[in-house]
């Protein structure tokens, strides 16, 4: 299995679920990166003690406070990484942080809808501007021909429930705040790979598949163990002809 050979990594929502596992995983892997950044909405709270207890362990592991709906918090944050970077870029962001909301087209209000776009789209986008000097300055500083996680790039973690083409098969669950911000996002990936991808940064959408987490419930298909294996062997194989795409663990193209 290829590796993951990016040496700066930053992710959002990092405190539990699938974004601590691939903080896990990453550190654990046979080339862990140079620095992680592992951000989250309150570090010093006790919904982060593992990844703190991780940080006192490895010294390539930064906790960083980020809350995506906060335009202001993410520029505090790229300022801060950007100091730890000292001149260097960042090759890969993990946009992981996300809501779910159990609402109806019945029950599902403009305050519901507005606060998981702000997370679920509004948030990945805003990160991506707000990164972007620091991806382009990996890729320029690249000498890998095409596009990479190794090289430059943006993971969206998205979902199926974001697909219009599948939405009749999970319709039991109609999550309408939730479906509508991650279809968003998957557009707001292939606007993102549409542009970027001059820059030299890969754009992609990726669906961990059903997992055991918080969101996920314990009724899911997946440990969240086996999801991050299968999306961190994903990652080293993505090129420009997965740009703009929506895949999922197993690196399955799902349809929009
Ligand atoms: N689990 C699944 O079955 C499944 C399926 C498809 C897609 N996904 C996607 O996978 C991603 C991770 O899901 P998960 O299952 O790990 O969910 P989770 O266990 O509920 O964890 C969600 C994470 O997002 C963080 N978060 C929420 N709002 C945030 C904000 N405004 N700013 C920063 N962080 C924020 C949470 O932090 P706090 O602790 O501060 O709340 C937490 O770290 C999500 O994007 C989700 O949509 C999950």
Redesign the pocket.
């Known amino acids: 299995m290829a590796a993951l050979r990016a040496r700066t990594v930053l992710l ?10 691939l903080v896990k995983q990453l550190l654990g892997g046979p080339r862990p990166p140079a620095w992680i950044f592992a ?4 570090p010093e ?1 006790p ?2 003690q593992e990844l703190r207890d991780l940080a006192s362990r490895h010294p390539n592991l930064v906790l960083v406070k ?5 335009p202001s918090a993410i520029a505090d944050a790229a300022k801060i990484v950007e100091g730890k970077l000292n001149g260097a870029g960042l090759n890969l962001l993990i ?6 909301a159990q609402v109806s087209l019945e029950t599902v209000d403009s305050d519901e809808m507005i606060r998981t776009y ?3 789209a509004v ?1 990945p986008l805003l990160m991506a501007q707000t990164f972007l000097p620091l991806l382009k300055k990996a890729a320029q500083n690249s000498t890998e021909k095409g596009l990479s996680c190794s090289k430059a790039a943006i993971i969206n ?5 974001g697909s219009i083409e599948k939405t009749p098969e999970s319709f039991c669950k109609p999550v309408i705040s ?1 479906r509508c911000s ?1 279809a968003a996002l998957n557009m707001l990936t292939k606007c993102q790979a549409l542009t970027y991808g001059e820059a030299g940064i890969l754009c992609v959408a990726l ?11 314990q009724e ?1 298909d ?1 440990t ?1 163990d086996t ?1 991050v294996r299968g999306l961190l062997s994903v990652l080293p194989v993505l090129s420009e002809k997965h740009s703009g795409n929506l895949l999922n663990w197993e690196g399955k193209v799902i349809p929009w």
Not at 157 to 161: E, G, L, Q
Request: one cysteine or more.
């Open positions: 959002t929502g990092s405190n539990r679920g699938i974004g601590l596992e951000t989250c909405r309150d709270g919904r982060a980020l809350d995506v709906a906060n946009n992981n942080a996300g809501i779910y702000k997370t679920n948030g973690i998205s979902t199926v429930m939730y991650k669906h961990p598949g059903w997992v055991k987490t918080d969101m996920g419930t899911a997946l969240v999801s």
